[in-house]
């Protein structure tokens, strides 16, 4: 999967402005949020659990405007519960996410 975080960091200056410190604290909401529905995602162990954290997750990935998170959520809104390619999906997106941090908010 090719990785473009440009559409969330747009998001992210838009709602923040010049305020580098409100973008930052913007980005670790939206991380710790999508974070909290992967370990639901990974405890899933029915239909209903699996299709809320997912559809939690996408929502919060359109919310944002996070193309890659939301291409993930669908992946695993489309698989079985406990799927682990989903589960990694979703997790390589987030690590991208994580890692695209603090030193892109300068370019912003």
Do not use: I
């Amino acid at each position: 999967m090719a990785f473009n975080h440009g559409a969330l960091d747009a998001t992210l200056a838009a709602a923040a402005g010049t305020d580098a410190v409100l973008r930052g604290e913007l980005r670790a909401a939206f991380l710790e949020s999508a974070t909290r529905q992967l370990d639901l995602l990974r405890r899933a162990r029915c239909d209903g659990n699996w299709n809320v954290a997912a559809m939690r997750l996408k929502g919060l990935a359109a919310s944002f405007h996070a193309e890659d998170l939301l291409q993930a959520a669908e992946t695993a809104l489309r698989a079985a519960p406990g799927e682990p390619m989903a589960v990694r999906e979703v997790e390589a997106v987030l690590a991208q996410y994580d890692r695209a941090g603090p030193a892109d908010q300068r370019r912003l």
